[in-house]
């Protein structure tokens, strides 16, 4: 899910200012498009690809198991890759910052005024039992959304006040408020539902069986928690428009499920997956030492990632009374060693996140220019002096695992807070003690966590880790109930109305919201706002910077770390592209099965 909100995120919306309202046949944030209305295809896919083939990969990324094929609310555990299943008005060109192209729609007209956005459909958008798609159908899906979609939908379509049909063909959204800049774009990239289908189907409830879509694929075969089987169909009625050319190569495409990474690497290397992401440093140094990868038969590939990074860490839920004194998150982050950890556990494949946007232009930076500081004394009154100073990084450890300079700061914090010694334990004024759970799903993340742990009961922290099933995991993160979780969020090129779910006020209560910390502060609200009303990429950037500075003064996560790459094992059955799409992987859009190679690794010892 936090993949299908940062992806509405990358598909912000509205033409600058200067641009004529009239019918287009794509929208960006600021008004630039690279492709013409003639464009034949996007620049990063092989328009001569052939179809045809069997992918078979991991379904686990950021969950084990599946319980639901409905993404699109709350209940449930959804399977990956449901987007296969439904269209949208328009479609992501993935090298560009955030521009859309028509795929339901033929063309879009934005209002002068900028409050209102009228699709024209294409005669020929059909869901998969041959129905027509409809305005009828865009006007029963934002409803239904807005009614009863996932809390992290509702917040990103709080703002679209109405749909009206103006004719079978034809819908036009009305916008309220100043925060419109995102609104026509997150429109174009939600789901096209059925209305004849959800009205015969409870939508609010979790299924396994294959809804109605009229997507690209279709789901031929499943086994709850274990596979997902997509089949491409023969009668998809867009494979031929300038979107699609070129894309969606693969017939058949196989998600299998785990219960942990290790089951999953030994699955790639016995030959039951053709293609793995590894997100273990570990691993990826130390276990691919196979005849295989020696003689050229499986390949091991790093893709560059110009996409910002975003922010993963421990994240502190600061709605627990023992949290709230920002000195005592600021120890628990000195208890992290960092240098330690990516020396003797990561090989130094990382670098130690420091902004909530990592690898970007939107990274706040010393000194403070002046842009910035005119925009935060605006709202001073609401900040930490500390804002005001150089932005916080974390400091550099000796790489001991134990730095006694920085767990001696993080003693004298907890003491400042208010945390008295009471034998080994710290405990409160009414003496309670300190402790500190770190609620956790996978087993993979305990040899990260250990060091962690032991360093905070040096301080008389009371810290372990608790393993749940993943289920109640994801449960227990949607209840907020937790002290310490790891996340990570993902922000587009041109954020805006998704940092709404991981920041804003409102939010920090919603059930399901990723406003995991409970962060509540009025600043962080009006700087998201400036960031959504920004006209121009510059400002765009100097909010961005500014939300940054104040985010991070706030220590209410321990950053983690990150690389600009992903990590993808192969066996060498595939055909790709000359241009990999800038801010995508590709893999599932543009690549295929090369039958060459195919029957080459078949035939190998």
């Not at 789901?191 to 279709?218: E, R």
């Not at 997902?228 to 998809?236: C, G, S, V």
């Not at 499920?257 to 089951?263: K, L, N």
């Not at 500075?549 to 706030?554: K, P």
Request: proline share 5%.
């Amino acid at each position: 899910m936090i993949r299908l909100l940062a992806y509405f995120g990358l598909c912000l919306a509205l033409m600058a200012s200067n641009v004529a309202s009239k019918p287009r046949h794509g929208l960006s944030s600021f008004g630039e498009l690279k492709y013409p209305e003639n464009f034949k295809h996007f620049d990063y896919v092989n328009p001569n690809a052939p179809k045809g083939g069997y992918l078979t990969t991991m379904g686990t990324e950021g969950r084990t198991t599946f319980d639901n094929l409905n993404p699109y609310i709350l209940k449930g555990e959804p399977g990956q890759k449901l987007d296969l299943l439904f269209d949208t008005l328009m479609v992501r060109a993935f090298d560009e910052p955030d521009a859309m192209y028509g795929l339901v729609a033929e063309s879009a007209e934005l209002a002068d005024d900028k409050m209102s956005v009228t699709f024209k459909l294409r005669m020929q958008a059909k869901f998969s039992d041959g129905t027509a798609i409809t305005a009828s159908d865009l006007a029963f899906t934002f409803r239904l959304l807005k009614d009863k979609g996932h809390p992290r939908i509702r917040i990103s379509m709080r703002d679209i006040e109405s749909v009206k049909i103006i004719d079978p063909l034809t819908v036009r959204y009305r916008f309220k408020g100043k925060n419109i800049r995102d609104l026509p774009l997150i429109v174009a990239s939600l789901p096209i539902l059925s209305k004849a289908y959800y009205t015969k189907h409870d939508f609010s409830k979790t299924t396994l069986k294959p809804p109605l879509g009229s997507g690209p694929y279709k789901i031929s075969d499943l086994k709850q928690g274990q596979y997902i089987t997509y089949e491409l169909r023969a009668d998809y009625w867009a494979k031929a428009l300038p979107v699609n050319h070129g894309r969606y190569n693969f017939s058949v495409i196989k998600l299998l499920y785990f219960r942990d990474r290790t089951a999953e690497l030994e699955a790639l290397k016995a030959g039951a997956m053709d293609l793995r992401e590894e997100f273990t440093s570990k691993s990826w140094a130390t276990e691919y030492d196979i005849d295989a990868v020696k003689d050229g038969r499986m390949i091991m590939a790093t893709l560059p990632d110009d996409n910002a990074s975003g922010a993963q860490g421990f994240f502190i839920n600061i709605r627990r009374d023992k949290f709230k004194d920002i000195r005592t998150r600021m120890a628990l982050g000195l208890a992290f060693d960092f240098e330690w950890t990516n020396k003797n556990l990561f090989f130094n494949l990382y670098q130690r996140t420091t902004s909530f946007f990592e690898n970007s232009a939107m990274k706040a930076q010393t000194p403070m220019p002046k842009d910035e500081l005119t925009l935060l004394r605006e709202i001073a009154p609401d900040l930490r002096p500390s804002v005001f100073g150089d932005v916080f990084l974390p400091p550099i450890s000796n790489g001991s695992g134990q730095d006694r300079d920085m767990l001696h700061a993080a003693a004298q914090l907890l003491s400042e807070a208010g945390w008295k010694r009471k034998g080994r334990q710290l405990v409160s004024d009414k003496g309670k003690p300190l402790s500190v759970e770190f609620l956790i799903y996978s087993s993979g993340f305990e040899r990260i966590i250990a060091p962690f742990v032991r360093n905070l009961k040096l301080l008389g922290v009371d810290a372990n880790i608790r393993y749940v099933e993943a289920a109640q995991y994801q449960e227990r993160v949607k209840r907020f109930d937790f002290d310490i979780v790891t996340q990570r969020y993902t922000v587009s090129q041109t954020p805006g109305v998704e940092l709404r779910s991981f920041f804003n006020s409102q939010n920090a209560d919603v059930e399901g919201s990723f406003n995991l910390s409970g962060l509540k502060l009025k600043a962080v609200d009006q700087l998201i706002d400036t960031m959504t009303q920004a006209k121009t990429r510059k400002e765009l950037y100097v909010g961005a910077r500014a939300l940054d500075r104040v985010l991070r003064a706030e220590h209410f996560w321990v950053p983690h770390w990150y690389k600009a790459s992903h990590n993808i094992a192969h066996w060498d059955i595939f055909g790709q592209p000359v241009i990999k799409p800038k801010f995508d992987r590709g893999v599932f859009d543009t690549w295929w099965i090369d039958t060459v190679k195919a029957k080459a690794i078949q035939k190998a010892p």
